[in-house]
C-alpha cells in the first residue's frame, strides 16, 4: 500500500473495509439506543408496581394498628335493656326530674391509657312524630308532629371527667345520675324531654384539651375529636306513667330481684335504680327483709 497518493489510499480495499465497519458499529449502536428507551420503561413500570405493593401493604398494617386501638363501648346490662325493648320501652318524666330505669351503664375500651379523657351523654329525638298509647291494641301510634324548635339538646357530663383512659377502662360507667324532666325552664342541669316522643341515648368520647372547657352550665361537644356511641335496644318512648302493663309488671319484676339480692346480703341495689319516689335507696346498715322490699316496690309511682 506504500506509494499510494492519499487519493487512491481512500479508495483502497483496506480503507473500504474500515469504512463498512465502522458504518456496522454506529448501526448497531443506533439500534441499542433505540432498545434502551424500552427496557428502561419496563423497569419504571416494575419500579412503580412494588412501590404500590409496598404503600398498600403500609397501608394495611396502619389499619390494623389504628382497629386495633379503635374504641369500643359495650353496653352493660344489656340483657335488660332487650328484655323492654322486645315490649316497647317507656321511660317515666316528670317536672322535678326522673332517672332512667333501665339506666346507661358501659364499659370502654382501647383508650389511651395516659390521655385524659371527657364522657358525656345526651338523649336525641328518633323522630320529629309524637306518639300515643292505643290500649286495645297495645301498640304506639303515631299521633303528629312535635316542635323541638324551643328545646336545646343537653349534655350530661360525667362527673368523673376528665380521667385517664386507664381508670376509665377499669370501672363500668354508670349514668344513673341523669335525671330527665318534661319541664322546659329546668335549670338544675336535668335532660330535657316531650312526654310522648320517641328518643336515642348516646355516649360520646373526646379527649381532654386546654382548649376545651366541658365544665360550663350548659357544654356542648367540640366539632372535631369526638367518638359517639348509640345501642339500639336503648330506644324508648317518654311518659308521664307507663302506659304498657307489660312494661310496670317488667319494671315490678326487676325491682323485686334487685330488692332479693340486696336481702340476700349484697348490700346494694344491682341495677342502678335508686330512686322510688321521692326516695333513694342506696345502701341498708342492715339486712332489709320482706317488708322492706315490699315498702320500695310500693314507692314506685307507677306500679
Same mark, same amino acid.
Given at each position: 500500500?506504500?506509494?499510494?497518493?492519499?487519493?487512491?489510499?481512500?479508495?483502497?480495499?483496506?480503507?473500504?473495509?474500515?469504512?463498512? +465497519?465502522?458504518?456496522?458499529?454506529?448501526?448497531?449502536?443506533? &439500534?441499542?439506543?433505540?432498545?434502551?428507551? !424500552?427496557?428502561?420503561?419496563?423497569?419504571?413500570?416494575?419500579?412503580?408496581?412494588?412501590?404500590?405493593?409496598? $404503600?398498600?401493604?403500609?397501608?394495611?398494617?396502619?389499619?390494623?394498628?389504628?382497629?386495633?386501638?379503635?374504641?369500643?363501648?359495650?353496653?352493660?346490662?344489656?340483657?335488660?335493656?332487650?328484655?323492654?325493648?322486645?315490649?316497647?320501652? +317507656?321511660?317515666?318524666?316528670?317536672?322535678?326530674?326522673?332517672?332512667?330505669?333501665?339506666?346507661?351503664?358501659?364499659?370502654?375500651?382501647?383508650? &389511651?391509657?395516659?390521655?385524659? /379523657? /371527657?364522657?358525656?351523654? &345526651?338523649?336525641?329525638?328518633?323522630?320529629?312524630?309524637? /306518639?300515643?298509647?292505643?290500649?286495645?291494641?297495645?301498640?304506639?301510634?303515631?299521633?303528629?308532629?312535635?316542635?323541638?324548635?324551643?328545646?336545646?339538646?343537653?349534655?350530661?357530663?360525667?362527673? &368523673?371527667?376528665?380521667?385517664?383512659?386507664?381508670?376509665?377502662?377499669?370501672?363500668?360507667?354508670?349514668?344513673?345520675?341523669?335525671?330527665?324532666?318534661?319541664? $322546659?325552664?329546668?335549670?338544675?342541669?336535668?335532660?330535657?324531654?316531650?312526654?310522648?316522643?320517641? /328518643?336515642?341515648?348516646?355516649?360520646?368520647?373526646?379527649?381532654?384539651? *386546654?382548649?376545651?372547657?366541658?365544665?360550663?352550665?350548659?357544654?356542648?361537644?367540640?366539632?372535631?375529636?369526638?367518638?359517639?356511641?348509640?345501642?339500639?335496644?336503648?330506644?324508648?318512648?317518654?311518659?308521664?306513667?307507663?302506659?304498657?302493663?307489660?312494661? !310496670?309488671?317488667?319494671?315490678?319484676?326487676?325491682?323485686?330481684?334487685?330488692? $332479693?339480692?340486696?336481702?340476700?346480703?349484697?348490700?346494694?341495689?344491682?341495677? *342502678?335504680?335508686?330512686?322510688?319516689?321521692?326516695?333513694?335507696?342506696?345502701?341498708? !346498715?342492715?339486712? *332489709?327483709?320482706?317488708?322492706?322490699?315490699?315498702?320500695?316496690?310500693?314507692?314506685?309511682?307507677?306500679?
Amino acid at each position: 500500500m506504500q506509494g499510494l497518493s492519499t487519493r487512491a489510499h481512500a479508495f483502497s480495499v483496506e480503507s473500504l473495509v474500515k469504512s463498512c +465497519e465502522k458504518i456496522t458499529n454506529e448501526t448497531q449502536q443506533s &439500534d441499542s439506543d433505540k432498545d434502551t428507551p !424500552s427496557v428502561i420503561d419496563e423497569q419504571d413500570k416494575q419500579n412503580d408496581t412494588n412501590i404500590k405493593i409496598t $404503600e398498600t401493604r403500609r397501608k394495611l398494617m396502619r389499619t390494623k394498628r389504628k382497629s386495633a386501638r379503635e374504641v369500643r363501648v359495650d353496653l352493660q346490662g344489656s340483657d335488660l335493656w332487650r328484655t323492654f325493648h322486645e315490649i316497647g320501652t +317507656e321511660m317515666i318524666i316528670t317536672k322535678t326530674g326522673r332517672r332512667m330505669f333501665p339506666s346507661m351503664r358501659v364499659k370502654v375500651h382501647n383508650l &389511651d391509657p395516659i390521655q385524659q /379523657y /371527657y364522657i358525656a351523654m &345526651d338523649i336525641m329525638p328518633v323522630d320529629s312524630k309524637r /306518639y300515643r298509647y292505643v290500649y286495645h291494641s297495645s301498640q304506639w301510634i303515631v299521633a303528629g308532629n312535635t316542635d323541638r324548635s324551643l328545646i336545646a339538646t343537653r349534655l350530661y357530663i360525667h362527673p &368523673d371527667s376528665p380521667c385517664s383512659g386507664e381508670k376509665w377502662m377499669q370501672q363500668v360507667i354508670s349514668f344513673d345520675r341523669v335525671k330527665l324532666t318534661n319541664n $322546659e325552664r329546668n335549670e338544675s342541669g336535668h335532660i330535657i324531654l316531650q312526654s310522648m316522643n320517641k /328518643y336515642k341515648p348516646r355516649i360520646h368520647i373526646t379527649m381532654h384539651s *386546654p382548649h376545651i372547657d366541658l365544665s360550663q352550665m350548659h357544654p356542648s361537644l367540640p366539632a372535631e375529636g369526638v367518638h359517639t356511641f348509640t345501642f339500639p335496644e336503648t330506644q324508648f318512648t317518654t311518659v308521664t306513667a307507663y302506659q304498657n302493663q307489660q312494661v !310496670s309488671a317488667t319494671v315490678a319484676v326487676s325491682l323485686e330481684a334487685d330488692m $332479693e339480692d340486696v336481702a340476700g346480703g349484697s348490700g346494694f341495689l344491682r341495677t *342502678p335504680m335508686r330512686e322510688c319516689g321521692s326516695t333513694i335507696v342506696e345502701f341498708f !346498715s342492715r339486712k *332489709p327483709t320482706n317488708a322492706d322490699v315490699r315498702g320500695v316496690l310500693s314507692l314506685h309511682p307507677s306500679l
